[in-house]
Each structure stands twice: as C-alpha cells, then as structure tokens.
C-alpha cells in the first residue's frame, strides 16, 4: 500500500470573548440613608461583574436625587451613549422601578438597546429584555412600577394638602433670616437685620438691583452662599412669611410623571395662616412695600421671570458661570449674553454675547437644516452650553452631543442699512458745523 501524507494546517482555538458588562443604580432622594443605599449598589455591582468568569467590568452608572419616571437622568443618558458607541454588551440593575417607572421610556429604551444587541438583566424579577417573552414581561410589570409611583404620589398630595387645610407650614427648609431646628422655626437675628434693611430701603426709593449692589459691597451672602441680584432681592419683599403669617399651596405639583411645580392660579385652593411663625417685619411695612411692588411692575410693565417668551430661553447655559443666558437688545438687534455678565459686568463673568441669527445660522447647520426650525431644534436639543468664547456645545435629548465654532462678522457685515445712514448724517453735521467755524 502506497504511504499517503496529508499536511493539516495548525490551528489556534479562539478564546471566547469577554462581555463587556455595565450596571445602573439610581435613588430618588439626596437623603444620607439613600446615598448610602446607592454606594451600598454601586460597591454590589462592582464586586459582582469583576468576579464573573467571562464578564468584563464596564463601570457603574449611578444617578442620586433622580425619579425613575424622568428620561433626563445624567448618567442613565451617558449610559446609553455608551451603548449607542458600542462599549457596553449587557447592562445590570436591580429592578424594572429603578430603571424606569414610566412604561413609555421602558419600552423604548429596551427595544432601542435590543436593536444595539445589547441585553438588559433585570436582577430582581430575573428578566433579560433580549429574551423572546422579555419585553411582553417588562410591559407588565413597568405598567405595575407606573401605578405604585401614581399611588405613592396621590397619597403625599393628599397628606401634604391636608396639612396646609389645617394651616400647617409645610416644606420650609431654608429661608433667609430663620433658622430651623428640630421643625421649630427661630429667627436668625443677623440675617433679620438684613432683611429689616432691605424692607426699609425698598420702602426709601431704592431699586432691587441698588440694595443687592449695597448688599454685595457689605459682604452679606444669600441664605446658600451665593451673591444677591435684584431678583433675589425682590423674592423677600414679596415673601409674606417674613409677616410671622403664610399663605400656603401657591404652587402645586403638575403630576406625577413630570414632578414638575407649577404656579398654583386658581386650580386648588389656597390657605392663609396666620401666626405660624416668628414675625421679622410688621405688616404695615410688608404692605407698604407691596404697594411700591406693584406700582414698580406697572412702570416697567415687568413679566415672569419664568414665562419662556423666546425660543432659547432657559436652554443657554454660560460655561463660565453656570447661569442662563438672556436675550437683550442693542440698537434693534438681539442677542443672547450670560445673566452674570448682563448684571455685575466683566468682573463677575466675561462670557461674550451671540448674536441671535448667529445662533439660529449655526444651530441649523447643526441640525442639517436649510433654515432654521424652532420645532425641530426644540425635539432634537436639549441644551446649549457655551464653554469658551465662539464655542457651542449641542446636548442633544438622547445623550449625545457636538461642538460648533462660530465667527465674528467683520465691522462692515455688522452694520444695517440704518446704521450706515445715520452715520452718514452724523458725517454731515460735523463737516457742516466744521465748516462754520
């Protein structure tokens, strides 16, 4: 028999590969006893994936102070970012409620991240959304976490409601010129003083923004820490408390998935009590200074502060300072500038204005769109910060985000047909009366 020889090629066994494994945790109150249960998660689900065979560590993506019924979370968002660039393969958390208790944003959150092929364990009820019956499971049981947060909800409307029918002064944590220990609500002397100032200079013919400027100067700090504006200043002159006396429900929580606190105007009723604290100034004083309130907001035909008149409002965030951006108008053109700068100047930020139809031009080539469309951006755009001068970042409402520069019109660009005429007529004068001399 002939000898026969068959070359076999060598061959590496392929090592299987390693899932990239990330876990959520999320508590809805900053309160010691649930930061500690969130650390308490964090560490859990920490030891947990970095002892499991097969599993690599993709971190802990932890929001405190967060409700499960809001799709803004910060790390839930980068989370998903995370998933959408492909660095997470299955994502851990304890249950349905602390991952969402809105059944909507459960449902697409879970089909999106099925889409990614990216499993989410469900340690509690043992579910993986990526199984063939695992989102008819979740449905239901994210139809029950919606109802528990419905009824958990009504129940502290109903107790809180309760206590304000029997004139109780209810949520006062801080409030300048008081200090609270033990729910019992005593006069802080050094701060009443202030506030006796403030209620007497209002009442001499000074303005808001004169008695926060006096205040800055004398180094008296806000009840936080912070520094004193006109607004802040106006706050306490309208705050009937400082009365000893209180009017309670003025606003109200909208409903339980938004937990948004919107003014009370007529929708509930509201109580006045009287005597439920410590009076600061007497009420003769308190009325004085409301009838020069209210004859100030006639003179300047002064609106809310939070009515969202333009389309940018409230959406601009200053990257130096932290505070919103505003609209202004110099010489018939807007444009946007930081509320630091517009009250206490370079010193206090040096942010620089956008002009208005900068920001619309630059917004919709973001936005690849060939004029700009307040209902798209409004989908798409969740915030603009302006980290440097001539920078923009676009935070989109899915998580992501882009960078945009912009340029400086040159002198000629800036200058409207108006302009050029009347600096044109200024030219005439001066050579006229040149001429007469």
């Known amino acids: 028999m002939e000898k026969k020889i068959i070359k076999r090629e060598r061959t590496v066994t392929a090592m299987p590969s390693q899932k990239r494994v990330a876990a959520y945790a999320r508590v809805s ?124 909800s009504e129940n502290c409307k109903w107790r809180i409601r309760k206590q304000f029918e029997e004139g109780v002064l209810w949520g006062l944590s801080v409030m300048f010129g008081y200090q609270i220990k033990n729910s019992i609500i005593g006069i802080h002397h050094e701060q009443a003083r202030v506030v006796r100032m403030i209620f007497s200079d209002y009442s001499s013919g000074l303005g808001g923004s004169l008695i926060a400027k006096k205040l800055r100067e004398l180094g008296v700090p806000t009840v936080l820490g912070g520094i004193w504006n006109a607004d802040s200043v106006t706050q306490i002159i309208k705050n009937e408390k400082y009365t000893g006396n209180a009017l309670l429900q003025k606003r109200y929580v909208k409903d339980h998935m938004s937990k948004l606190l919107v003014l009370n105007c007529g929708k509930l009723p509201k109580y006045y009590a009287e005597n439920t604290h410590p009076a600061i100034v007497d009420q003769k004083t308190f009325d004085k200074a409301q009838v020069i309130l209210e004859s100030r907001r006639k003179r300047f035909k002064a609106k809310d502060s939070s009515d969202k008149r333009y389309t940018f409002s409230s959406i601009i965030k200053c990257g130096i300072c932290g505070k919103n951006y505003r609209r202004r108008t110099v010489r018939g ?30 917004i919709s080539k973001a936005l690849n769109l060939t004029n700009f469309n307040e209902q798209v951006f409004k989908e798409k755009i969740l915030e603009i910060r302006v980290p440097e001068p001539n920078k923009l970042t676009f935070v989109f409402h899915h998580g992501q985000s882009i960078e945009r520069v912009w340029q400086d019109r040159s002198r000629r660009e800036s200058w409207t047909e108006e302009m050029c005429d009347a600096a044109r007529e200024r030219e005439k004068r001066r050579l006229i009366n040149g001429d007469k001399c």
Not at 75 to 87: G, I, S, T, V, Y
Not at 336 to 360: F, N, R, S
Request: net charge negative; charged share 25%.
């Open 333 to 362: 053109k807007p444009y946007w500038q930081c509320t630091t700068y517009m009250q206490y100047g370079k010193v206090e930020c040096h942010a620089k204005q956008i002009p208005e139809d900068i920001l619309y031009s630059v």
């Open 29 to 152: 109150s900053g309160k010691d006893a649930m930061l500690h249960s969130l650390a308490a998660q964090v560490s859990y689900f920490s030891k947990l994936i970095q002892s499991r065979p097969g599993w690599e560590y993709a971190g802990v993506y932890a929001d405190e102070a967060a409700t499960g019924t809001k799709d803004s979370r910060t790390e839930f968002q980068r989370m998903l970012c995370d998933c959408r660039n492909d660095k997470i393969d299955m994502v851990i958390t304890k249950s349905i409620s602390r991952f969402a208790r809105n059944t909507v944003t459960l449902l697409e959150t879970v089909r999106e991240l099925k889409l990614l092929g990216v499993d989410v364990l469900f340690e509690e009820q043992k579910i993986h959304s990526i199984s063939n019956d695992g989102e008819l499971i979740l449905s239901i049981l994210a139809s029950c976490a919606q109802s528990e947060s419905l009824s958990v």
